[in-house]
Structure formats: structure tokens, C-alpha cells
């Protein structure tokens, strides 16, 4: 059983934020099908991903934004031809030198038995692009699941709102990854001043959150921050505010950051100049199945 600040979220991209590509294709064997959910144990064709016999094959996916990659899990195909996977490189980095070949290897595979899935440790790898290349002459590439697991800042990815908001003050500036310290109008979000204001993200996407960081304003109103309570949870009930708290913020100094998240009382502004949810999971999934929220409130 999870505490709030480790709770295990169910949460899947949607399969346009990542980019999947290969070297070559063979036949309807997509690059996509390494990432679509389904090992192709029954199928291998429709749900498996290919490249033609040819020199150094690779597969990469984009994961869009910098992480720590824990491990990643492969599935092999199950029919035919089991040892085409010996000798793929798993290289992990931020370079698209060589097609993102050139990168750090995590690990290289010796053989996958037909149908199984093996995982390989990255032990935090840092990198954007996850690639898979197998070095030599006459060679196919072929993948029936790629899975990539890690840990990396969640919230620029989400959906943010807030229960109404002061000028241009949006709720997105809060995770625009500019603490927004020089000008506060156009780096921090903020609501008017109300009873019970409240500002919510939307993962929208597997992870455990660990933990999350809050950069305070530098100017005045420092203490508009005491009280605010950070809450985790699965419900859109009363806007998301009656999950489970996290923790409760007693100060934060001007300008700094605190590690963890919600407001009570009667006419109370929350002011946000950067939110950052920090977290394990699986860094891409083909299908959004779940949506999960993480609110940051203030109520009476």
C-alpha cells in the first residue's frame, strides 16, 4: 500500500508525444508496433515491429524530454528467428549523432529466448533518445515491445487549472520551467483572491510520485504560501481536493523551492511560480487508458 507522496498511478501518453522511427521497414512492420501494448505473441506481423535485412539496423524512441532511465524491457518474437535479436545495443543519450547510435550503451543482449521478455538495468541512465542497434552486415531488427522505465520531472507534460485566475496569470506558468523570479507576471501563475483557491495538474499520463518541488515568489506576499497543502489522488471530486494530502507547506522563503504540496482560509490568493512532480514509471505507453490528478488547493 502506497503512501500519498508514493502513489502508484496508472497513467499512459498518448502515443503523439513520443516519436518512434527505424532504419528501415519491412513489410507492415512498424516501428510503432514496439510501443502499441502488445508482445505479438499471437500475431507477430500486426504487432511487431521489423526492419529488411541490411548493415547496423536500429530503432529509436524519442521520449521527448530528459530522464533517468531505470531499465528497459524487451520482448522478443516468439516464432521465427529468436537469435535476430543477439547483439543489440541498447544505447541511451541525448545525441542524434549517427541516429542516436553513438549514444551510451546501457547493456547489450546476448540472446532473448522466443517469446520472452527480458530486462536490462540502466542504473539512471540520463537521455531523450532510447535506441536499440545491432552492429554488423545482413542483419534484421526485430522488436515485439520496447519498454522504457525511469524517472524525470512529470509536470511539464500535464494539463494545468486553477480555480480562477489573476490577469494573465495562467495556470500553465507554474509549469513552464521558468521559476519566473526576474518577472513574476510572466513566469508565475496565480488566482484571485477567494475563498479556497485551488490549482490542479493532470498527469495525464505510470509513476510513483516521490516527491514535489514548489518555487515560492521573490517579491512580496511570501506568506501567501503557509498552509498550502499538496494533495495526490484519483478523484475529481470537489475539483480534486479531497484526495489525500501529501503534506502541508509551513513557509517557504522568497524565491526558493520546497519539496512538497494545497491552502486553507477565507480570501487567500496561490500564487505558483514553478510546480515539478518527480516520479517512477514507464516513460511512454501507446494508449491513454487513465487519467489521474495531482491538485494543489486551498479551502476553509
Given at each position: 500500500m502506497y503512501n500519498a507522496c508514493m502513489l502508484l498511478v496508472k497513467l499512459l501518453f498518448d502515443h503523439y508525444l513520443q516519436t518512434v522511427t527505424q532504419s528501415s521497414t519491412f513489410g507492415h512492420w512498424s516501428a510503432d508496433h514496439a510501443i502499441d501494448f502488445n508482445p505479438g505473441l499471437t500475431n507477430s506481423w500486426s504487432s511487431c515491429s521489423s526492419t529488411i535485412?541490411?548493415?547496423?539496423?536500429?530503432?529509436?524512441?524519442?521520449?521527448?524530454?530528459?530522464?533517468?532511465?531505470?531499465?528497459?524491457?524487451?520482448?522478443?518474437?516468439?516464432?521465427?528467428?529468436?537469435?535476430?535479436?543477439?547483439?543489440?545495443e541498447i544505447r541511451i543519450g541525448n545525441s542524434l549523432e549517427n541516429n542516436g547510435n553513438n549514444n551510451p550503451i546501457c547493456a547489450v543482449i546476448s540472446s532473448i529466448p522466443a517469446g520472452v521478455s527480458s530486462t536490462y538495468i540502466c542504473n539512471n541512465m540520463e537521455g531523450?533518445?532510447?535506441?536499440?542497434?545491432?552492429?554488423g552486415y545482413s542483419k534484421y531488427l526485430t522488436l515485439c515491445e520496447v519498454e522504457v522505465y525511469g524517472e524525470g520531472n512529470w509536470a511539464s507534460r500535464g494539463a494545468a487549472t486553477q480555480s480562477s485566475t489573476s490577469a494573465d496569470w495562467f495556470a500553465e506558468k507554474a509549469i513552464d520551467g521558468k521559476p519566473g523570479l526576474q518577472s513574476l507576471r510572466t513566469g508565475c501563475s496565480s488566482t484571485l483572491n477567494q475563498t479556497n483557491p485551488?490549482?490542479?495538474?493532470?498527469?495525464?499520463?505510470?509513476?510513483?510520485?516521490?516527491?514535489?518541488?514548489?518555487?515560492?515568489?521573490?517579491?512580496?506576499?511570501?506568506?501567501?504560501?503557509?498552509?498550502?497543502?499538496?494533495?495526490?489522488?484519483?478523484?475529481?471530486?470537489?475539483n480534486g481536493n479531497d484526495n489525500p494530502i501529501c503534506a502541508v507547506i509551513p513557509a517557504?522563503?522568497?524565491?526558493?523551492?520546497?519539496?512538497?504540496?494545497?491552502?486553507p482560509g477565507n480570501m487567500k490568493t496561490l500564487t505558483l511560480c514553478e510546480v515539478e512532480v518527480f516520479g517512477e514509471g514507464?516513460?511512454?505507453?501507446?494508449?491513454?487508458?487513465h487519467k489521474k490528478q495531482l491538485t494543489i488547493i486551498s479551502y476553509c
Amino acid at each position: 500500500m502506497y503512501n500519498a507522496c508514493m502513489l502508484l498511478v496508472k497513467l499512459l501518453f498518448d502515443h503523439y508525444l513520443q516519436t518512434v522511427t527505424q532504419s528501415s521497414t519491412f513489410g507492415h512492420w512498424s516501428a510503432d508496433h514496439a510501443i502499441d501494448f502488445n508482445p505479438g505473441l499471437t500475431n507477430s506481423w500486426s504487432s511487431c515491429s521489423s526492419t529488411i535485412v541490411q548493415t547496423n539496423p536500429w530503432w529509436r524512441v524519442d521520449l521527448r524530454y530528459i530522464y533517468r532511465v531505470s531499465r528497459v524491457v524487451i520482448t522478443n518474437i516468439l516464432d521465427c528467428c529468436a537469435e535476430r535479436i543477439n547483439g543489440a545495443e541498447i544505447r541511451i543519450g541525448n545525441s542524434l549523432e549517427n541516429n542516436g547510435n553513438n549514444n551510451p550503451i546501457c547493456a547489450v543482449i546476448s540472446s532473448i529466448p522466443a517469446g520472452v521478455s527480458s530486462t536490462y538495468i540502466c542504473n539512471n541512465m540520463e537521455g531523450r533518445y532510447v535506441n536499440l542497434f545491432i552492429p554488423g552486415y545482413s542483419k534484421y531488427l526485430t522488436l515485439c515491445e520496447v519498454e522504457v522505465y525511469g524517472e524525470g520531472n512529470w509536470a511539464s507534460r500535464g494539463a494545468a487549472t486553477q480555480s480562477s485566475t489573476s490577469a494573465d496569470w495562467f495556470a500553465e506558468k507554474a509549469i513552464d520551467g521558468k521559476p519566473g523570479l526576474q518577472s513574476l507576471r510572466t513566469g508565475c501563475s496565480s488566482t484571485l483572491n477567494q475563498t479556497n483557491p485551488w490549482w490542479r495538474l493532470d498527469l495525464s499520463s505510470v509513476y510513483r510520485v516521490s516527491k514535489v518541488v514548489v518555487t515560492n515568489r521573490n517579491d512580496c506576499c511570501t506568506k501567501q504560501m503557509k498552509g498550502v497543502e499538496i494533495r495526490i489522488g484519483n478523484s475529481l471530486e470537489n475539483n480534486g481536493n479531497d484526495n489525500p494530502i501529501c503534506a502541508v507547506i509551513p513557509a517557504i522563503p522568497a524565491g526558493e523551492s520546497y519539496m512538497n504540496l494545497i491552502i486553507p482560509g477565507n480570501m487567500k490568493t496561490l500564487t505558483l511560480c514553478e510546480v515539478e512532480v518527480f516520479g517512477e514509471g514507464m516513460l511512454y505507453l501507446y494508449y491513454l487508458l487513465h487519467k489521474k490528478q495531482l491538485t494543489i488547493i486551498s479551502y476553509c
